[in-house]
């Protein structure tokens, strides 16, 4: 089976940086991927890793260490807009995304 | 191409009744899921398409749900004898699946809204 971790919140000021932690156990591994959601909205894709290192799209970048099962997705420079929540899935033998239960981001003026 | 499609985007429906959901995906993602997702939750997998095979279907999913896609373009998920337990959104997504990279992301749909009284 699989099973992911994050924390519940996170609380940050406009302009800082947050890092929002994701640990994983999963049977089989092809990549860890992160979602964002704004309350009423449908998740949209944020980034994939298949690979260890950092991966650096704009404002986001997402890290994934696969000896450690355990991955990040950083925002810099933080916007109002970012208040969402931020899900890490994992995709592992299954061919499919299975979710974690959500970090809920909230930035403060 | 305008995205992932759902219809209806809401749905109520009395307990002990069926109820069908549509989803029409990006035209060139040969790749459908379908999930569900509770107020505060992560979207859990429910089953997923490559074309017109059924792949992979979750567990935890009862014998009274079931989804077809048909000739590998929209897909339909049925509930048949809906309980309270059932009221949740209901989500589709599409990918192209291969490539690698970006291409595994999903591409959600607005999602239908159950609502089981």
């Known amino acids: 089976g699989q099973s992911l971790e994050q924390p519940s919140e996170v609380t940050a000021v406009e302009g800082a940086i947050v890092q929002i932690n994701c640990t994983y156990q999963?049977?089989?591994?092809?990549?860890l991927s992160w979602y964002q959601q704004h309350d009423g909205g449908a998740p949209t894709f944020l980034s994939y890793?298949?690979?260890?290192g950092l991966e650096e799209t704009g404002r986001f970048s997402s890290f994934l260490s696969r000896s450690d099962s355990y991955g990040y997705l950083l925002l810099q420079e933080l916007q109002m807009k970012d208040s969402a929540s931020y899900f890490c899935?994992?995709?592992?033998?299954?061919?499919?995304?299975?979710f974690g239960p959500g970090t809920r981001l909230s930035v403060l003026p | 191409d305008t995205g992932v499609s759902q219809d209806p985007r809401h749905k109520i429906t009395k307990r002990g009744q069926n109820v069908t959901f549509r989803c029409d995906p990006i035209?060139?993602?040969?790749?459908l899921y379908w999930y569900r997702q509770t107020l505060g939750q992560g979207p859990e997998f429910l089953t997923y398409?490559?074309?017109?095979?059924?792949?992979?279907k979750s567990r935890l999913l009862s014998d009274r749900f079931s989804a077809e896609r048909p000739k590998g373009s929209f897909s339909t998920l049925e509930i048949q004898r809906t309980e309270q337990g059932d009221s949740a959104m209901y989500l589709c997504?599409?990918?192209?699946?291969?490539?690698?990279?970006?291409?595994?992301?999903?591409?959600f749909g607005s999602g239908t809204r159950l609502t089981v009284v």
């Open positions: 997504a599409s990918s192209s699946g291969t490539g690698g990279g970006s291409n595994y992301g999903y591409t």
């Open positions: 999963t049977s089989g591994f092809y990549g």
């Open positions: 890793n298949a690979l260890d």
């Open positions: 899935a994992v995709m592992g033998y299954g061919q499919n995304f299975v």
């Open positions: 035209s060139e993602h040969n790749r």
């Open positions: 398409f490559q074309n017109e095979a059924q792949l992979e």
